[in-house]
């Protein structure tokens, strides 16, 4: 069962633009939300999270959304800047359970 | 100064054997799990131990088998491979015993490449 989804697995970004990554989530349960980046090679690094309390955390470049009753979560990076290609996977956990989505390929062009 | 650490990175074996997949974390962490990422990238866990004991274990096969010989160290044990069991498998760590507070954090090793012929 799918319960974090990420609905697009890929993005192109232009240098110095907006990159917004998406995701989804079906589990109201979840109380912890969490970006990790990945690069080939790699395991997943965390990014940045945010707790189910709260509707945004912010970390230099990156934000994170959380909207809970569309049980939706965003990344924004501002502005992307070509280091941050790599693969981006949200996911959410509830107590000891954690669970990843699929992740979005995220490519900034120069 | 690795944090996580997996070995071997690449394993190739033919089904049937047994084989194990050694994680080493040295960020004095509490908390090791082992996920698997299947063809479709999703990563899936399957098991987390906590100071040595087991706490998940999710619906995994009983050929596989963790092991933790202290808190450093989950290895993982795969008897009598079969083809299904090719996939990359990532061991993480975290600082403590998720839900307490925003230490959920975990910290991936680089991933064990099965593969079973």
């Known amino acids: 069962d799918q319960q974090v989804k990420q609905n697009s697995p890929s993005l192109s970004v232009q240098e110095g633009r907006i990159s917004i990554l998406n995701c989804d989530y079906t589990?109201?349960?979840?109380?912890?939300f969490l970006w990790y980046k990945k690069y080939p090679a790699e395991g997943p690094t965390f990014l940045i999270s945010i707790s189910s309390i709260k509707d945004k955390n912010e970390d230099g470049r990156f934000t994170v959304f959380l909207n809970k009753s569309a049980k939706h979560l965003s990344l924004h990076i501002v502005p992307s800047q070509p280091g941050d290609s790599a693969v981006y996977f949200c996911?959410?956990?509830?107590?000891?359970?954690?669970?990843f989505g699929a992740g979005t390929r995220l490519t900034v062009k120069p | 100064d690795t944090a996580v650490s997996q070995t071997p990175k690449y394993l190739v074996t033919q089904m049937g054997n047994d084989k194990s997949i050694k994680c080493e974390q040295n960020l004095g962490h509490d908390t090791m799990y082992w996920y698997k990422q299947d063809s479709k990238k999703f990563l899936k866990i399957m098991f987390s131990?906590?100071?040595?004991?087991?706490?998940i274990n999710e619906t995994v096969p009983n050929r596989f088998s963790p092991k933790s010989p202290d808190k450093a160290h989950l290895n993982l044990h795969i008897n009598s491979l079969e083809l299904g069991d090719s996939a990359v498998y990532f061991c993480?760590?975290?600082?403590?015993?998720?839900?307490?507070?925003?230490?959920?954090?975990?910290?991936f090793g680089p991933g064990t490449r099965l593969t079973v012929l």
């Open positions: 993480a760590s975290s600082l403590s015993f998720p839900g307490l507070g925003d230490y959920n954090e975990q910290f």
């Open positions: 589990n109201s349960m979840f109380d912890y």
């Open positions: 996911a959410a956990s509830e107590g000891n359970d954690m669970r």
């Open positions: 131990y906590n100071n040595k004991e087991l706490i």
